[in-house]
């Protein structure tokens, strides 16, 4: 039985000044995890509009967790490496589903077929 994988998607915008001095911060926190089944990706929501879809994304960065059934986290997050250490772990340790709109469920999925590349 292969390990379930878990996609960890940012969501911002290279013209978002906070974006672009998280993205070191993302990277080195999404690093601690264990790798074994982990897909993580930063989204440029501009250079990437197809595998965004119609989701409306109002505040950067936002995260996105998911596994290969369901999404456990979908949200906003203040631009600190703590804050972003809770919630990866918090989400991490407990699957349970979380309450998403059809549009964070259609990016999830594209997620899981995405090519990484």
Known sequence: MRPMSLHVACLCAAWCRTCESYR???EAA????????????????????????????ETFPTLLIADD???????????????????LRAHLADPTPARVDAHHLALAARLRTADPG
């Open 24 to 26: 070191d911060v993302f």
């Open 30 to 57: 999404c690093a601690e995890l264990p790798q074994d089944g982990l897909h993580v990706r930063w989204i440029d929501i501009e250079d990437e509009a197809d595998l965004i879809g119609d989701l409306d994304i």
């Open 69 to 87: 059934e369901q999404v456990r986290f979908a949200g906003p997050l203040t631009p600190q490496i703590e804050t972003l250490r809770r919630v």
